[in-house]
């Protein structure tokens, strides 16, 4: 399994405090994905000791509030887990969205221990939209525990989502209405899929920590299931693979440029395995 994501501030802001001759006009304003958001704080941290930046890293409103916010002017980096698409170029037509490889990643479905235990290690499409539809509602019907299924939906403008839902209909805006309760940030999915039995979620395979939660493996059309491993990242067989991105209005000047170039060249490609990702491939 990838390996375990090492705790990170509970915080959804990290503010990396300025230095007294810098003004709060020079910070740098970085939103988004909290699944980017650790390799950004540590390698910010690392540029306020080295070379004096001020970098404000929030994650509110995940991929898509940093893509709203870089669209409104109020950030100068969005990171996101998903690509930019037509719908944010619509709505932002004066933005030049310039994309930045910051890490491979992967999408786990993960399940609570007592449903590993009970004996569901992998799953397909079909059983998931299943799940998701409410049209199976018991793990025995998928050879586990006779247990509810207690589903966590990732909240909409989420990149986790939107991969998701793209996988299971081919596009998110495809996927019907459904009413699950809702998580947020990685931190909390991982909370509730630990602490309730029969639970399943979406989460960055890199939050996994394969005792209180377990990422299920998927089964292809072949049959065969794969694992999200950093293997099967690199060799693109699991399909819930993903990029993770620093997205700027144009290309990446100052700060904004120091940042990124540090987070792409080796030292940062450190920080990136740290954190249970891959470095851009």
């Not at 000791?49 to 509110?60: K, M, N, P, Q, S």
């Not at 995940?62 to 002017?73: D, Q, V």
């Not at 999408?107 to 059983?127: T, Y």
């Amino acid at each position: 399994m990838i390996p375990t994501m090492k705790s990170i501030p509970a915080l959804a802001t990290l503010l990396i405090a300025a230095i007294p001759s810098l003004s709060v006009a020079e910070t740098l304003r970085v939103i988004g994905s909290t699944t980017v958001n650790p390799v950004v704080a540590e390698a910010a941290e690392v540029l306020r000791e080295e070379a004096g930046l001020t970098i404000r890293v929030d994650t509110a409103g995940g991929s898509s509030g940093g893509i709203h916010a870089l669209g409104a002017g109020r950030s100068d980096i969005a990171m996101s887990s998903r690509p930019i698409t037509e719908a944010d170029r619509e709505r932002y037509p004066s933005v030049r969205f310039d994309s930045h490889r910051a890490g491979e990643d992967a999408l786990a479905l993960i399940v609570s221990h007592d449903v590993w235990q009970g004996g569901v290690r992998a799953i397909d499409r079909e059983q998931m939209q299943a799940i998701y539809e409410r049209k199976t509602t018991n793990w025995k019907s998928l050879g586990g525990p006779d247990r509810r299924i207690a589903f966590f939906n990732k909240e909409p403008g989420r990149g986790s989502w939107e991969v998701f839902a793209d996988w299971l209909y081919g596009k998110a805006e495809n996927s019907p209405p459904v009413a699950h309760p809702e998580v947020g940030a990685n931190e909390e999915a991982r909370t509730k899929v630990a602490a309730t039995r029969g639970a399943v979620s979406q989460l960055s395979a890199s939050w996994v920590d394969g005792e209180t939660i377990h990422a299920l493996a998927i089964t292809g059309d072949d049959g065969q299931p794969v694992e999200p491993t950093h293997e099967h990242i690199t060799d693109g067989s699991y399909p819930l693979n993903r990029t993770l991105w620093l997205i700027t209005d144009g290309p990446p000047q100052g700060a904004a440029k120091r940042l990124i170039d540090f987070i792409q060249s080796p030292r940062g490609h450190e920080i990136v395995k740290k954190h249970g990702y891959l470095p851009p491939m």
